[in-house]
Antibody, heavy 125, light 109 residues
Framework: QVQLQQWGAGLLKPSETLSLTCAVY????????WSWIRQPPGKGLEWIGE???????NYNPSLKSRVTISVDTSKNQFSLKLSSVTAADTAVYYC???????????????????WGKGTTVTVSS | SSELTQDPAVSVALGQTVRITCQGD??????ASWYQQKPGQAPVLVIY???NRPSGIPDRFSGSSSGNTASLTITGAQAEDEADYYC????????????FGGGTKLTVL
């Protein structure tokens, strides 16, 4: 059973860089999209970005200028960095495993089936 | 378009059937995946693909899609189904950008 364990600093000051890491236990690292999602207090989910095992990334256009997602395949870990944080970046941050299997239908398939427990990040001066 | 639209809130009587919908241009190209989130917990995948349930998800949860609309149906809603439900897909631009709906709060009366 695949599990994701995430960690990182929970309290930041404005302008600092958020840094989180997610470790993958119990499954293959290749063939998936390793993703970050966040949820501000009382609000919905926001997709931040993803990386695959070879290091190819996709980012939310609204965050792209501040986001870097990297991967360390030797440790089965992937990481999120978000620079120049403000109070608007206060949220619970989740890591997740994304998968896009072949579909014989006209529509494609994409889903995130394994999630970390979340890390609360607060930005406050 | 990168938007998925959901009704903010839906209610259902205990044991009855409820449908939660999600609309967006990307759903013409992608099946929606659906996530259940209870307070203080991480989201849990409940439906993916055409109508697939991960192991452990009760069969009262089902999914369907037509055109630009995806639906999550709970047949015989239980008290434990009260939660927020989010739809998700990739953007239809072809750039592999993920997108979530705004979420639907389901109340079981």
């Amino acid at each position: 059973q695949v599990q994701l364990q995430q960690w990182g600093a929970g309290l930041l000051k404005p302008s600092e860089t958020l840094s989180l890491t997610c470790a993958v236990y119990g499954g293959s690292f290749s063939g998936y999209y390793w993703s970050w999602i966040r949820q501000p207090p009382g609000k919905g989910l926001e997709w931040i970005g993803e990386i695959n095992h070879s290091g190819s990334t996709n980012y939310n256009p609204s965050l792209k200028s501040r986001v870097t997602i990297s991967v360390d395949t030797s440790k089965n870990q992937f990481s999120l960095k978000l620079s120049s944080v403000t109070a608007a970046d206060t949220a619970v941050y989740y890591c997740a495993r994304g998968y896009a299997p072949y579909s014989s239908d006209k529509k494609r398939i994409y889903y995130m089936d394994v999630w970390g427990k979340g890390t609360t990040v607060t930005v406050s001066s | 378009s990168s938007e998925l639209t959901q009704d903010p809130a839906v209610s259902v009587a205990l044991g009855q059937t409820v449908r939660i919908t999600c609309q967006g241009d990307s759903l013409r190209s992608y099946y929606a995946s659906w996530y259940q989130q209870k307070p203080g917990q991480a989201p849990v995948l409940v439906i993916y693909g055409k109508n697939n349930r991960p192991s452990g998800i009760p069969d009262r949860f089902s999914g369907s899609s037509s055109g630009n609309t995806a639906s999550l149906t709970i047949t015989g809603a239980q008290a434990e189904d009260e939660a927020d439900y989010y739809c998700n897909s990739r953007d239809s631009s072809g750039n592999h950008i993920g997108v979530f709906g705004g979420g639907t709060k389901l109340t079981v009366l």
